[in-house]
T-cell receptor, first 114, second 111 residues
Framework: DAGITQSPRYKITETGRQVTLMCHQT?????MFWYRQDLGHGLRLIYY???????DKGEVPDGYVVSRSKTENFPLTLESATRSQTSVYFC?????????????FGQGTRLTVV | TQLLEQSPQFLSIQEGENLTVYCNSS?????LQWYRQEPGEGPVLLVT?????EVKKLKRLTFQFGDARKDSSLHITAAQPGDTGLYLC???????????FGKGTRLSVIA
Protein backbone atom coordinates (compact mmCIF):
# COMPACT_ATOMS: atom_id res chain seq x y z
CA ASP A 1 0.00 0.00 0.00
CA ALA A 2 1.19 3.47 -0.85
CA GLY A 3 1.72 5.94 1.93
CA ILE A 4 3.22 5.95 5.36
CA THR A 5 2.54 3.14 7.79
CA GLN A 6 3.39 2.68 11.43
CA SER A 7 3.54 -0.52 13.40
CA PRO A 8 2.37 -1.61 15.80
CA ARG A 9 -0.76 0.53 16.25
CA TYR A 10 -0.92 -0.31 19.96
CA LYS A 11 1.80 -1.49 22.31
CA ILE A 12 1.96 -2.14 26.03
CA THR A 13 5.40 -2.63 27.52
CA GLU A 14 6.97 -2.75 30.93
CA THR A 15 9.26 -0.17 32.46
CA GLY A 16 12.86 -0.83 31.56
CA ARG A 17 12.20 -2.83 28.41
CA GLN A 18 13.47 -1.85 25.00
CA VAL A 19 10.79 -1.26 22.41
CA THR A 20 11.01 -0.29 18.73
CA LEU A 21 8.33 1.51 16.79
CA MET A 22 8.44 1.05 13.04
CA CYS A 23 7.75 3.56 10.29
CA HIS A 24 7.74 2.83 6.56
CA GLN A 25 6.97 5.18 3.66
CA THR A 26 6.59 4.32 0.00
CA UNK A 27 7.07 7.78 -1.55
CA UNK A 28 10.88 7.93 -1.28
CA UNK A 29 10.53 11.17 0.66
CA UNK A 30 13.84 12.53 1.83
CA UNK A 31 12.66 13.80 5.19
CA MET A 32 11.19 11.72 7.98
CA PHE A 33 10.14 12.77 11.47
CA TRP A 34 9.09 11.27 14.79
CA TYR A 35 6.69 13.19 17.03
CA ARG A 36 5.01 12.38 20.30
CA GLN A 37 1.59 13.77 21.11
CA ASP A 38 0.48 14.32 24.69
CA LEU A 39 -2.45 16.22 26.18
CA GLY A 40 -1.35 19.71 27.04
CA HIS A 41 1.82 19.51 24.99
CA GLY A 42 0.66 19.02 21.44
CA LEU A 43 3.03 17.52 18.90
CA ARG A 44 6.66 17.54 19.97
CA LEU A 45 9.49 16.57 17.67
CA ILE A 46 11.71 13.76 18.91
CA TYR A 47 14.09 13.17 15.99
CA TYR A 48 14.17 13.83 12.30
CA UNK A 49 16.17 12.67 9.32
CA UNK A 50 17.07 14.52 6.14
CA UNK A 51 18.24 11.41 4.27
CA UNK A 52 19.55 7.92 4.84
CA UNK A 53 22.26 7.91 7.51
CA UNK A 54 21.52 11.54 8.49
CA UNK A 55 19.58 12.13 11.70
CA ASP A 56 19.17 15.06 14.03
CA LYS A 57 17.66 15.71 17.45
CA GLY A 58 14.39 17.49 17.91
CA GLU A 59 12.86 19.06 20.98
CA VAL A 60 12.61 15.94 23.18
CA PRO A 61 15.23 13.35 22.14
CA ASP A 62 16.29 11.99 25.53
CA GLY A 63 15.63 8.27 25.96
CA TYR A 64 15.12 7.66 22.25
CA VAL A 65 17.34 6.35 19.49
CA VAL A 66 16.72 6.44 15.74
CA SER A 67 18.39 5.02 12.68
CA ARG A 68 17.86 5.41 8.97
CA SER A 69 19.79 2.85 6.99
CA LYS A 70 17.23 2.95 4.15
CA THR A 71 15.31 5.94 2.84
CA GLU A 72 11.93 4.26 3.37
CA ASN A 73 12.36 3.18 7.00
CA PHE A 74 12.81 5.23 10.14
CA PRO A 75 12.51 3.13 13.32
CA LEU A 76 12.32 4.73 16.75
CA THR A 77 13.73 2.80 19.71
CA LEU A 78 13.07 3.43 23.36
CA GLU A 79 16.18 1.98 24.96
CA SER A 80 14.73 1.56 28.44
CA ALA A 81 11.08 2.54 28.52
CA THR A 82 9.80 4.79 31.29
CA ARG A 83 6.22 5.65 32.26
CA SER A 84 6.79 9.23 31.06
CA GLN A 85 7.19 7.82 27.56
CA THR A 86 3.57 6.69 27.53
CA SER A 87 2.23 8.64 24.58
CA VAL A 88 0.94 8.51 21.03
CA TYR A 89 3.82 8.49 18.58
CA PHE A 90 3.50 9.79 15.04
CA CYS A 91 5.86 9.29 12.16
CA UNK A 92 5.76 11.75 9.27
CA UNK A 93 7.53 12.29 5.98
CA UNK A 94 7.94 15.16 3.56
CA UNK A 95 9.38 15.53 0.13
CA UNK A 96 11.87 18.22 1.03
CA UNK A 97 12.92 20.61 3.73
CA UNK A 98 11.68 23.59 1.78
CA UNK A 99 9.38 25.68 3.91
CA UNK A 100 5.73 25.05 3.26
CA UNK A 101 6.22 21.46 2.16
CA UNK A 102 3.40 19.22 3.32
CA UNK A 103 4.12 16.67 6.02
CA UNK A 104 2.33 13.33 5.67
CA PHE A 105 1.59 11.53 8.91
CA GLY A 106 1.11 7.91 9.78
CA GLN A 107 -1.84 6.74 11.87
CA GLY A 108 0.17 6.70 15.07
CA THR A 109 1.29 4.16 17.63
CA ARG A 110 -0.28 4.31 21.06
CA LEU A 111 2.37 3.20 23.54
CA THR A 112 1.64 2.46 27.17
CA VAL A 113 4.50 1.84 29.58
CA VAL A 114 3.41 0.10 32.77
CA THR B 1 12.57 28.48 20.43
CA GLN B 2 9.69 29.61 18.28
CA LEU B 3 6.27 29.04 19.82
CA LEU B 4 2.81 28.98 18.31
CA GLU B 5 -0.08 29.66 20.67
CA GLN B 6 -3.49 28.42 19.62
CA SER B 7 -6.77 29.61 21.06
CA PRO B 8 -9.20 28.59 22.22
CA GLN B 9 -7.90 25.26 23.44
CA PHE B 10 -11.40 23.71 23.38
CA LEU B 11 -14.54 24.77 21.54
CA SER B 12 -17.96 23.16 21.58
CA ILE B 13 -20.63 24.62 19.33
CA GLN B 14 -23.97 23.76 17.78
CA GLU B 15 -24.30 22.76 14.15
CA GLY B 16 -24.78 25.80 11.93
CA GLU B 17 -22.80 28.23 14.09
CA ASN B 18 -19.72 30.11 12.90
CA LEU B 19 -16.39 30.03 14.67
CA THR B 20 -12.86 31.34 14.50
CA VAL B 21 -9.71 29.81 15.93
CA TYR B 22 -6.42 31.59 16.23
CA CYS B 23 -2.74 30.81 15.92
CA ASN B 24 -0.35 33.44 17.26
CA SER B 25 3.36 33.83 17.64
CA SER B 26 5.92 36.50 18.47
CA UNK B 27 8.09 35.10 15.68
CA UNK B 28 7.85 35.57 11.94
CA UNK B 29 7.27 32.47 9.84
CA UNK B 30 7.86 31.94 6.14
CA UNK B 31 4.61 30.01 5.95
CA LEU B 32 1.91 28.59 8.14
CA GLN B 33 0.08 25.34 7.68
CA TRP B 34 -3.22 24.18 9.13
CA TYR B 35 -3.83 20.50 9.79
CA ARG B 36 -6.92 18.65 11.00
CA GLN B 37 -6.61 15.52 13.07
CA GLU B 38 -9.48 13.12 13.65
CA PRO B 39 -9.53 10.64 16.55
CA GLY B 40 -7.20 7.70 15.99
CA GLU B 41 -5.61 9.26 12.92
CA GLY B 42 -2.61 11.39 12.09
CA PRO B 43 -2.92 15.07 11.13
CA VAL B 44 -3.86 15.86 7.54
CA LEU B 45 -2.89 19.09 5.81
CA LEU B 46 -5.75 21.49 5.05
CA VAL B 47 -3.90 24.50 3.67
CA THR B 48 -0.58 26.35 3.50
CA UNK B 49 -0.43 30.15 3.55
CA UNK B 50 2.80 31.80 2.52
CA UNK B 51 2.18 35.51 1.86
CA UNK B 52 1.43 38.09 4.53
CA UNK B 53 -2.25 39.02 4.34
CA GLU B 54 -3.09 35.99 2.24
CA VAL B 55 -6.61 34.57 2.46
CA LYS B 56 -7.44 31.07 1.27
CA LYS B 57 -10.83 29.43 1.17
CA LEU B 58 -11.58 25.73 1.30
CA LYS B 59 -15.36 25.33 1.02
CA ARG B 60 -16.68 26.63 4.37
CA LEU B 61 -13.20 27.15 5.82
CA THR B 62 -11.39 30.48 5.45
CA PHE B 63 -7.74 30.78 6.38
CA GLN B 64 -5.88 34.04 6.81
CA PHE B 65 -2.18 34.76 7.30
CA GLY B 66 -1.42 37.94 9.22
CA ASP B 67 0.24 40.84 7.44
CA ALA B 68 3.35 40.47 9.58
CA ARG B 69 3.37 36.67 9.11
CA LYS B 70 3.23 36.09 12.87
CA ASP B 71 -0.33 34.89 13.17
CA SER B 72 -3.10 33.09 11.35
CA SER B 73 -6.79 32.41 11.78
CA LEU B 74 -9.20 29.74 10.66
CA HIS B 75 -12.86 30.67 10.28
CA ILE B 76 -15.53 28.02 9.76
CA THR B 77 -18.93 29.06 8.47
CA ALA B 78 -22.01 27.02 9.34
CA ALA B 79 -20.10 24.32 11.19
CA GLN B 80 -21.11 20.71 10.67
CA PRO B 81 -20.51 17.61 12.83
CA GLY B 82 -17.98 16.46 10.24
CA ASP B 83 -15.82 19.46 11.17
CA THR B 84 -15.22 17.92 14.60
CA GLY B 85 -11.53 17.32 15.26
CA LEU B 86 -8.27 18.77 16.44
CA TYR B 87 -7.04 21.74 14.41
CA LEU B 88 -3.30 22.28 14.45
CA CYS B 89 -1.30 25.14 13.06
CA UNK B 90 2.34 24.65 12.13
CA UNK B 91 4.95 27.24 11.24
CA UNK B 92 7.78 26.83 8.81
CA UNK B 93 10.91 28.86 8.28
CA UNK B 94 13.22 29.13 5.35
CA UNK B 95 16.11 26.78 5.67
CA UNK B 96 16.02 23.25 6.94
CA UNK B 97 14.40 23.56 10.35
CA UNK B 98 11.41 21.30 10.96
CA UNK B 99 7.84 22.53 11.39
CA UNK B 100 6.83 24.03 14.75
CA PHE B 101 3.36 22.93 15.85
CA GLY B 102 0.89 24.66 18.11
CA LYS B 103 -0.95 22.61 20.75
CA GLY B 104 -4.16 22.67 18.79
CA THR B 105 -7.81 23.63 19.15
CA ARG B 106 -10.16 20.74 19.83
CA LEU B 107 -13.48 21.46 18.11
CA SER B 108 -16.70 19.62 18.79
CA VAL B 109 -19.73 20.36 16.61
CA ILE B 110 -22.95 19.06 18.09
CA ALA B 111 -25.84 18.13 15.81
Amino acid sequence: DAGITQSPRYKITETGRQVTLMCHQTWSHSYMFWYRQDLGHGLRLIYYSAAADITDKGEVPDGYVVSRSKTENFPLTLESATRSQTSVYFCASSESDRWGTEAFFGQGTRLTVV
Amino acid sequence: TQLLEQSPQFLSIQEGENLTVYCNSSSVFSSLQWYRQEPGEGPVLLVTVVTGGEVKKLKRLTFQFGDARKDSSLHITAAQPGDTGLYLCAGANSGNTPLVFGKGTRLSVIA
